[in-house]
């Protein structure tokens, strides 16, 4: 399965409803999904204008094909409070400090486990000595987000630089953008 996040960075775990649902109705309105619920209430098919959300060069000739409208195989699902977003199943990254960009490979897991549990958690930069909260810290392959708000893409075409920063305006926040094949 290929899954894609769109990660809010900046909503705290009190505004994670709301920015959540500020999100949600964008991609309404944009007719980026479908108004009804597919499963419950947060997850969603595509919607008629999904077409313009990815990249279709790269993906199945049938969606390319004249008159052929075939949809994303899989939904959109909103997901809110203190989550730690993976890019995927593979070996640990590197954290890329914030401040002097230096990234290590030897970083504390229990920072993950802390910032999971509590919603707080940071470790010190081996080179630069500064100690920096774990959501600044940036990684390798984009593969942790420690977020409050996340909109999860199962088994969509890959989504286009450009509805990532489109996506990123309406929220009016900062994103990161997880990739990978679960």
Do not use: K
Not at 28 to 43: C, K, N, Q
Not at 98 to 114: I, Q, R, S
Not at 145 to 162: I, K, M, Y
């Amino acid at each position: 399965m290929y899954r894609q996040t769109v990660v809010d960075l900046d909503a705290t775990e009190e505004q994670a409803e709301e920015w959540g649902g500020r999100g949600w109705r964008w991609l309404l309105d944009e007719g980026f999904i479908r108004a009804e619920p597919w499963r419950g209430d947060v997850v969603h098919l595509g919607g008629p204008n999904w077409r313009e959300a990815v990249d279709l060069a790269a993906w199945d000739w049938r969606a390319r094909a004249e008159g052929f409208d075939p949809e994303p195989c899989g939904a959109v699902e909103l997901i809110t409070g203190r989550t730690v977003f993976l890019a995927g199943p593979y070996d640990p990254p590197s954290a890329i400090c914030p401040h002097c960009g230096n990234a290590t490979a030897d970083w504390p897991m229990a920072a993950v486990d802390a910032w999971h549990s509590t919603g707080a958690a940071a470790f010190s930069c081996r080179t630069c000595a500064r100690e920096v909260p774990l959501p600044d810290w940036t990684w390798t392959d984009d593969y942790f987000a420690f977020a409050h708000v996340g909109f999860q893409f199962e088994d969509w075409p890959r989504l286009s630089p450009a509805f990532t920063t489109a996506f990123a305006e309406a929220l009016g926040h900062r994103v990161r953008f997880l990739h990978g094949t679960w």
